[in-house]
């Protein structure tokens, strides 16, 4: 399963980073894809880190303030969120792509397994 942690209340201009981690099976091989869901509206797609080399996508929302990066040895996939706004809280999602490629990131369809979510709020 993944599990995701690290959401909670950041201010306006924080940062904070979310953990993706996987048990039961290793993420090396996968492309990870994070999503966020906010009150109301559809889940949409975040970022995602390529299976092979690492290659990463975002957002227009998010580029240049987010982060995706991956940790084999510890199995686990991370995004650092800095310089935060209101609209970045959501609920955040990772979830796996077997196929190892971000090609089609965005669309929810590309991925099998997915995490629980953890909150990300920000205010002040």
């Known amino acids: 399963k993944l599990v995701e942690s690290g959401g909670g209340l950041a201010e306006p201009g924080g940062s904070l980073r979310l953990s993706c981690a996987a048990s039961?099976?290793?993420?090396?091989?996968?492309?990870i894809g994070w999503f966020r869901q906010a009150p109301g509206k559809e889940r949409q797609a975040v970022s995602c880190?390529?299976?092979?080399?690492?290659?990463?996508y975002y957002s227009d929302s998010v580029k240049g303030r987010f982060t995706t990066s991956r940790d084999n040895a510890k199995n686990t996939v991370y995004l650092q969120m800095n310089s935060l706004k209101h609209e970045d809280t959501a609920v955040y999602y990772c979830?796996?792509?077997?196929?190892?490629?971000?090609?089609?990131?965005?669309?929810?369809?590309?991925?099998?397994?997915w995490g629980q979510g953890t909150q990300v709020t920000v205010s002040s």
């Open positions: 039961g099976f290793t993420l090396d091989g996968y492309a």
């Open positions: 880190i390529s299976a092979w080399d690492d290659r990463t």
């Open positions: 979830a796996t792509d077997r196929r190892g490629s971000c090609k089609w990131y965005y669309l929810k369809t590309q991925y099998e397994r």
